[in-house]
């Protein structure tokens, strides 16, 4: 289950272009996981809004040990040591111009120092006891980098998540809606996948397999159910899907609508991930698909 953490007590905002999922302040959020272990969910991904003060060209607050996830991780696996917690390894909620790398002064992300500041984002997430860390940012060799990170500190039993095949697509609006952090200029095309483009996704997966990598992702979700496909043939790592924030966003919307119903189309959409090769699947409609499959 994705889900949006956020300062302060007591409160859940509810996401308007996400009906159904909120900003939970880490309380809640701790009870919400509670519900959802009940319905058999063992895996929640955490995705941080940071106020807008925090926000830097440095990102420098995405290395802080006290800040928003690490401080997630603690308090959710002292309450549910049980529950799997997966972190977010990218600095678009924690720069002020909202690309998921370091900008030059003339507008370039610059790879690889961004690639040295996610590997210390990494193990900040390990040491807080983050099981999984997954790398969303789309620089080359971070996952390279983020495993000898870990394994330097002897995190060994940390896992990598990595988004290998992740696209340069426009379903990913509602999210950043969450998380208020669209590119506040240009777009995120040097270093997500033209989704022209197929093969390019067994390179990234080959690379990311070859540096490590435990779980490989391919996102968006339905439209590019080819490429999963692809890379079940070609990879023997468990693979996983995201059915990301604007495939979620169509299907509530349509069905408030009264076009769609609701319930099949979440259960068909997760059945054709399966079909098509995913062992993992990340989506906002997890508490309702468990419901139902109950
Ligand atoms: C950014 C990130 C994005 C999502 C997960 N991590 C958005 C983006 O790349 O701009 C999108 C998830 C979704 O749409 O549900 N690191």
Redesign the pocket.
């Known amino acids: 289950m994705?889900c949006f953490v956020q300062e302060g007590e007591n409160q859940s905002t509810p996401i308007e272009a996400l009906p159904g999922c909120f900003r939970h302040t880490i309380d809640r959020l701790i009870e919400a996981v509670r519900q959802w272990q009940e319905l058999g969910i063992r895996a929640v991904a955490l995705?941080p809004v940071t106020p807008p003060e925090l926000k830097t060209s440095d990102a420098r607050a995405a290395l802080d040990p006290q800040g928003l996830v690490p401080t997630t991780v603690r308090a959710l696996k002292s309450a549910c040591p049980e529950v799997l917690v997966i972190t977010?390894v990218?600095l678009?909620p924690f720069t002020d111009h909202g690309h998921?790398g370091l900008m030059s002064t003339d507008g370039r992300i610059l790879n690889d120092e961004t690639v040295a500041h996610l590997a210390r984002m990494a193990l900040v997430h390990a040491q807080a006891g983050a099981d999984l860390v997954a790398p969303?940012?789309m620089m080359d060799g971070r996952v390279g980098a983020i495993r000898e990170a870990l394994d330097g500190q002897g995190f060994i039993d940390t896992g990598i998540l990595a988004y290998s095949a992740k696209y340069a697509s426009a379903?990913?609006g509602?999210?950043?809606f969450a998380l208020d952090s669209a590119p506040g200029q240009g777009d995120?095309k040097t270093y997500?996948m033209d989704p022209a483009n197929r093969r390019e996704a067994r390179r990234e997966a080959e690379l990311d397999e070859w540096e490590g990598a435990d779980i490989l992702m391919v996102k968006p979700g339905l439209p590019y159910l080819d490429v999963l496909a692809d890379l079940r043939e070609r990879t023997s790592l468990p693979l996983a899907a995201?059915h990301?924030?604007?495939e979620f966003a169509m299907l509530k919307a349509a069905s408030e609508k009264g076009w769609i119903d609701y319930d099949r189309c979440l259960l068909e959409s997760l059945l054709a991930f399966r079909r098509a090769g995913a062992d993992f699947i990340l989506t906002y409609g997890a508490a309702d698909a468990a419901k139902l499959l109950r």
Do not use: E, I, M, T
């Open positions: 994705p995705f977010d990218a678009d998921d969303s940012d379903f990913y509602p999210f950043r995120k997500q995201y990301v924030s604007g």
